[in-house]
């Protein structure tokens, strides 16, 4: 008996489903995967990719600052692996797939099997699977580009030591949005062929402007190693005078990147005159200046020679921190390979054999009694020497370090800040947990009767 019509009543709603539950789905011919896109370098985004990016970032901006609501990443989750310390690659990051409504994953070497020697590929399979985008600050460009290809999500580059493509598509941008289009803008790069000018070099053949780029002799880009179209785009100068005339936008770096720490005596004399002050910027038309940051660190070598401006930013000639005023204690500053880079010169035989009397109750509390020798280093140890010198082992020196002794407990800590303080030490930070060295860092910082930093530091949980 025929069902009856009504209209869309039950009756129909039966059949319907009835017929639909019996249909056969035709067979489709299989989808071509689509490729996921990375972005690695500068040049993987085209000229009209990159304009509606730019546009995109105007639009999102202008509904931020206008506190509007604009969550388009909600339930989505960002990770970040940090390889090499960061600080605004990492706020910003973390802060804008906040404000996107998704969630963003902070994971350092010790946080994962990288530690332990784990493949990147295995590593970029395992993260790729539970997340939906990823960014990683490394090393070399072929550990980045081996994740991405063992990648089932898009792959971001927030550094490496031959590209900074994140870096360069942010000062891009702040010159659009306050003095207009790149294209047939002259930009001055002042410093070493690293990886920052490699971005801008890409960038200048994407966007179609010239890049003035002036170096000091060692430190030039190689030009017979770029791309035609980058080349036509690119001219060198031996003065860094004369790449910033006629230029609309002067930008440098830090002289030393991460990993040439033990090259930062040399480049601060190779780099002398390659400073963007006051005088540099008068010599062309350019109303701003762009520098990658961060400021304050003594290697640093920042590119500013010592004008009023400079000063005020506490930097002297040459990069050299200012002269610090009698009886002010010495600031630690944050230098960007991570944890911190002191203004003072490490211990040296006849500091130890003066305050023989502060270090032999400072450091009784470690069990530290005996005085040991490191090629032109001194220091005290146990069984052996348990201490370090700058950023790198005692056999590579560095002139301006500080000295820091290995505690077995946090209780050895405690009593080495009390013992130091009460000798005639200063104090240079009291003990506690600083997880951003590391994630179980517990430390005390004692200025000695010289001035130099001293730490005791503790690795173990409590």
């Known amino acids: 008996m025929p069902v009856k019509r009504s209209g869309g009543g039950p009756g129909e709603t039966r059949m319907l489903h009835f017929f639909l539950c019996r249909i ?74 906040n404000q996107l409504g998704g969630i963003a994953i902070n994971l ?14 295995d590593v970029a399979r395992v993260i790729s699977r ?8 490394t090393f070399g460009q072929d550990i980045i580009e ?105 930008t440098t770096d830090v002289w030393t990147s991460m ?9 601060r004399r ?17 109303r701003c200046a762009l520098h990658a940051l961060p400021a304050g660190a003594p290697r640093r070598g920042s590119r500013r020679r010592g004008d009023r401006r400079a000063a005020e930013r506490g930097l002297g000639r040459g990069g050299e921190p200012p002269p610090r005023p009698e009886g002010t204690a010495r600031v630690p500053r944050l230098r960007k390979g991570g944890g911190l880079m002191y203004d003072h010169v490490g211990l040296t035989v006849s500091d130890l054999e003066r305050s023989r009397a502060f270090y032999a109750a400072a450091l009784a509390p470690l069990g530290i009694t005996e005085l040991a020798r490191h090629d032109n280093f001194v220091g005290f140890g146990r069984e052996h020497p348990q201490f370090w010198i700058g950023a790198g082992a005692p056999a590579q020196p560095s002139p301006r370090t500080h000295v820091a002794f290995s505690a077995v407990t946090r209780l050895e800590v405690d009593a080495f800040w009390h013992a130091a303080i009460a000798k005639g030490g200063s104090d240079h930070g ?14 005390a910082f004692v200025l000695d009767p010289d001035g ?7 690795h173990r949980p409590a």
């Open 24 to 97: 056969r789905p035709t067979r489709r011919l299989p989808m071509p995967p689509v490729p996921t896109r990375h972005f690695l370098q500068f040049s993987d985004f085209s000229a009209e990719e990159l304009g509606h990016l730019f546009e995109r970032t105007r639009w999102i901006k202008d509904r931020f600052k206008r506190y509007e609501i604009y969550q388009p990443l909600r339930d989505r989750t960002l990770a970040m692996v940090f390889e090499k310390a960061s600080t605004r690659t990492r706020v910003s990051f973390e802060a804008g797939m």
């Open 108 to 121: 350092n070497r010790h946080d994962t099997q990288l530690s332990r020697g784990e493949p990147i590929e």
């Open 130 to 137: 539970m997340v939906d985008v990823v960014m990683i600050r």
């Open 146 to 250: 081996r994740f991405a290809a063992h990648s089932r999500v898009p792959v971001i580059n927030g550094l490496t030591n031959e590209h900074h493509p994140c870096q360069i598509l942010a000062d891009v941008y702040t010159y659009i949005e306050h003095r207009g289009a790149m294209r047939g803008r002259t930009v001055a790069w002042i410093g070493d062929a690293n990886n920052m000018l490699t971005s801008w070099l890409q960038a200048a053949a994407a966007l179609d402007f010239r890049l003035h780029v002036s170096s000091p002799v060692g430190y030039e880009v190689d030009r017979s190693a770029l791309p035609s179209d980058v080349a036509s785009r690119c001219e060198s100068f031996a003065d860094p005078m004369d790449a910033c005339r006629g230029a609309d936008l002067v």
């Open 259 to 267: 990993g040439f720490e033990a090259e930062n005596d040399v480049r």
């Open 270 to 286: 190779a780099f002398a005159d390659w400073q963007v002050d006051a005088e540099m910027m008068r010599a062309g038309e350019a």
């Open 430 to 443: 009291a003990p506690g947990v600083r997880a951003n060295y590391h994630p179980h860092y517990y430390g």
């Open 452 to 458: 130099h930093n001293i730490e005791a530091v503790c």
